[in-house]
């Protein structure tokens, strides 16, 4: 239901501060943090990553996200899946540089 298009649009005409409070109340994202991702669902994606760099050549990078776990991963020279983790605990990010591979790395 929070899903809906018009649950959606009739969010976004709330105030933020009632918007935030209603978010932290039906969300549930609190009671999940440092729990550790599940093992099918890490690699369900890491499976995907792989599956899209082999299928397209020209793909140097695939970022992934929302199984929170921390990972750059070089797949075949210069071709990398990346995923930053979870905001939550760390604060994690990806540089991506013109050169060199993907680094993690954490906001101060």
Known sequence: MLRH?????????LHPDLGVAIARRVSTTETKV????????????????????????????VLAGH????????????????????????QPYVAIGPEGPPRLCEWL
């Open 34 to 61: 440092g729990r550790p991702p599940r093992a099918g669902q890490v690699a369900a994606v890491r499976a995907w990553a792989r599956a899209q760099l082999e299928a397209d050549p020209t793909l140097e990078i």
């Open 67 to 90: 199984v929170h776990q921390a990972v750059v991963e070089e797949v075949a020279p210069g071709r990398y899946y990346v995923n930053a983790g979870d905001w939550l605990t760390r």
């Open 5 to 13: 298009p018009w649950a959606a649009a009739g969010y976004r005409w």
